[in-house]
């Protein structure tokens, strides 16, 4: 994925695009790259990537399990390469309605593109004609952050810190539930805050720690003092907010 390179900031400022974000209804960003025009397996309805995201939608949700991957077609430089994820909170109808929107969505913002990755609030997808299954992915990230600073921000960035290398830890290591881990940490007064870590499946459980500990960092100089932040990467995710935001 080396051609697709994005860092970019959102403000979470008005109260429609909270309520977009929280609904999970329009991508939170999409991008692609690979400029050739390719309708071997990329390009129109039949091809092999049409067929890999269509494996996709029936293989995500089965079982509550939200991750998927495969590969393609004949074993040529053009064959696709592809993932999906939903955050681990979500059930098996929303994570199929979001693969669904996000297979079509990334049809039309990237046809006939060989690299593509799109997120949601629910979801990731993305695909490549390179083989990039277990190998961290540093290139696509999206920061986002609340523009409100907490009121104490050397005690809040405290707390955030050890909530997200909790959660870091607990998404790498504890096998109960697959690279995913969600919890809060007590603030001042009656305040809480909420975070959560993931990684996609096909990343070691080193790996899913270092790509944690990278998105953490990028958050700890981004996010810094603010109310809540999340990095969405092509290989791992953080956030943290200080509202509930995991469904139970
Ligand atoms: C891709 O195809 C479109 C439509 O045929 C054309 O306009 C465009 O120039 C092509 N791009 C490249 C990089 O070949
Ligand atoms: C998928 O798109 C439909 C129509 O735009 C929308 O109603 C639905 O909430 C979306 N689902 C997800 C999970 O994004
Ligand atoms: C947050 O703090 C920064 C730096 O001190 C300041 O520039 C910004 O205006 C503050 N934001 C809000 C919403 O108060
Ligand atoms: C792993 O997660 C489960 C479920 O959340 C929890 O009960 C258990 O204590 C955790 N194990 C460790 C070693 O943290
Ligand atoms: C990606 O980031 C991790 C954590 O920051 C680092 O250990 C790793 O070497 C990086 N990989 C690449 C290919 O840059």
Redesign the pocket.
């Known amino acids: 994925m080396s051609s697709s390179t994005f860092t970019s900031s959102l403000y979470l400022l008005t109260s429609t695009l909270l309520l977009q974000n929280v609904l999970g209804i329009d991508p939170l960003y999409s991008s692609c790259s690979g400029n050739e025009n390719s309708t071997a397996n990329y390009g129109s309805d039949k091809t092999s990537l049409n067929v890999l995201m269509g494996s996709f939608y029936h293989l995500a949700p089965a079982n509550n399990k939200g991750f998927a991957l495969g590969s393609l077609g004949q074993n040529n430089q053009d064959r696709p390469y592809g993932l999906v994820l939903c955050r681990g909170d979500v059930s098996s109808s929303d994570c199929r309605s979001c693969v669904a929107n996000a297979t079509r969505e990334i049809g039309k913002s990237c046809p006939s593109r060989k690299v593509a990755i799109i997120y949601y609030d629910n979801c990731l997808l993305k695909y490549s004609n390179k083989d990039f299954f277990g190998k961290i992915d540093n290139e696509s990230n999206l920061c986002m952050f609340n ?3 907490a009121s104490n921000p050397v005690v809040f960035n405290q707390k955030t810190d050890e909530l997200l290398s909790q959660l870091a830890n607990e998404a790498s290591y504890n096998t109960t539930k697959m690279y995913y881990a969600a919890g809060e940490i007590d603030l001042e007064g009656s305040k809480k805050l909420y975070g959560m870590a993931q990684c996609t499946w096909d990343l070691s459980r080193v790996d899913c720690k270092k790509c944690l500990d990278g998105a953490i960092g990028k958050l700890q100089s981004l996010a810094n ?1 603010k109310e809540g932040g999340r990095v969405l990467g092509g290989s791992c995710m953080v956030r943290y907010e200080i509202y509930p935001f995991v469904r139970a």
């Open positions: 523009v409100q600073n003092g």
